[in-house]
């Protein structure tokens, strides 16, 4: 049975900057070392995939995915009871119409701190989403 998000699980990453529940990303650079990062682009982008505009094509997260493209994002909403995990594989995609898809739907904040459009599209294709909302625990994969 194929991954896909629920419906859930899009409004509250789709929902998360504005709710004030940004999603940490989580990657690992050419060194070995973990980062963790707060990211406000975090979007749903596909029934088992999700996407983030990176406004710094040369910072770390986009560095760090030619060597080892696996993510792990976190959305935590306190209030709701709710925590996602999504682990997947991440590229970047330099195709325009994917370009436009990403920066269109990432929330305005985010947008207005990268008007010139300077920024890369990433698409995460998941491999496995666990955690627990209103529903109980909750276990996605293929």
Do not use: C
Request: proline share 7%; hydrophobic share 40%; aromatic share 6%.
């Amino acid at each position: 049975m194929p991954l896909k998000l629920t419906d859930a699980m899009v409004e509250a990453v789709n929902g998360a900057l504005m709710n004030h529940t940004p999603v940490v990303v989580a990657y690992v650079d050419g060194g070995g070392r973990p980062h963790l990062s707060l990211r406000g682009s975090v979007q749903v982008f596909g029934p088992d995939q999700l996407a983030i505009w990176v406004r710094n094509p040369e910072g770390g997260l986009v560095s760090a995915i030619p060597n080892n493209g696996h993510l792990a994002l976190f959305y935590r909403d306190p209030a709701k009871r709710t925590m996602y995990q999504f682990h997947g594989r991440a590229r970047v995609d330099a195709s325009e119409a994917v370009r436009d898809h990403v920066y269109t739907h990432t929330a305005e904040p985010e947008r207005n701190l990268d008007p010139e459009r300077g920024g890369v599209a990433i698409v995460v294709d998941l491999d496995l989403v666990e955690g627990r909302d209103a529903t109980g625990m909750v276990l996605l994969q293929p």
